[in-house]
């Protein structure tokens, strides 16, 4: 089954994202109140009945269409972390992050997206990046590249001799230790700023907008889909060891995606002079 969908045109994949943030996201896009809006670990960590909603749309429709597939959904994790370790199993896992940038979205800001992704025994398969707020979607194959709204996107290379764009992890998101492994990004010839949504960072780096994204979180439902829609359209990411970044996580981390190998490595260099 699992080829059967990725041998299609996968519009119904397309339509099941849109259609959950049709039917779950945008009607309260300005519109929460404030019963709908949830601290989970603490004053920046949020959660809304949209993300709740539309996570439970999703988890329907995309098992649906893959017959025998699980989901690994931001809040399904939050209630039982064991689901997580679906991302390590033998069958095709959807990978979920309904409302990425959620602070964004409670502040009434187009900056967030919807985040799906399709593994398969810990390799990437495909991902969709739908920003509903600003009409784009994103969308990679494997193997096949990346479009924009259905047309081919490239990450190009960074303007020789400029300053390398960076998004790093919001300090509002990190413990201490996490800051510090972070400092070696700011450096000459680095301008690193606080991200955003972490989905549409990536896509900024796919079209060519940012140079690199550095993290120094792994949850699977925050990278999935933006790593595979960075390489799809020609970039490269790496962890800190090196290493490609691992969906069922250990990895050595901060890890970085960027427009080419050389800015990685660079990006590397300068996280590594912390360590």
């Excluded at 896992?93 to 985040?115: M, S, Y």
């Excluded at 981390?253 to 996280?271: G, H, K, S, W």
Aim: aromatic share 6%; net charge negative.
């Amino acid at each position: 089954m699992i080829d059967e969908l990725l041998a299609g045109d996968l519009t119904e994949v397309e339509a099941a994202v849109r259609a959950a943030a049709a039917a779950e996201i945008m009607p309260r896009y300005r519109q929460l109140a404030a019963h709908e809006i949830v601290e989970k670990s603490g004053p920046h960590d949020l959660v809304t009945t949209a993300d709740r909603l539309a996570e439970e749309h999703l988890t329907a429709s995309l098992t649906r269409l893959l017959p025998g597939s699980v989901v690994v959904g931001e809040e399904a994790v939050h209630a039982d972390p064991k689901v997580y370790d679906a991302l390590g199993g033998d069958a095709p896992v959807w990978i979920v992050d309904p409302v990425d940038g959620t602070r964004q979205f409670v502040h009434g800001e187009p900056g967030f997206c919807t985040l799906v992704a399709l593994a398969h025994r810990g390799e990437l398969l495909a991902s969709w990046t739908y920003a509903a707020a600003l009409d784009e979607m994103a969308i990679a194959v494997r193997g096949r590249g990346a479009t924009l709204n259905g047309k081919p996107v490239h990450v190009g290379s960074p303007t020789p001799g400029a300053d390398l764009r960076v998004a790093m992890s919001h300090p509002d998101f990190t413990t201490e230790a996490q800051k510090r492994a972070l400092l070696g990004l700011h450096t000459e010839g680095i301008d690193a700023r606080p991200c955003g949504s972490a989905g549409l960072e990536y896509l900024a780096v796919a079209r060519g907008d940012k140079d690199a994204v550095a993290f120094n979180w792994e949850y699977a439902w925050d990278h999935a889909a933006g790593l595979l829609l960075v390489t799809e359209a020609g970039g490269a990411q790496a962890t800190l060891s090196g290493a490609p970044y691992r969906l069922t996580g250990g990895n050595a981390l901060p890890f970085t995606a960027a427009r080419d190998e050389a800015t990685v490595e660079r990006i590397l260099e300068a996280l590594r002079d912390e360590v």
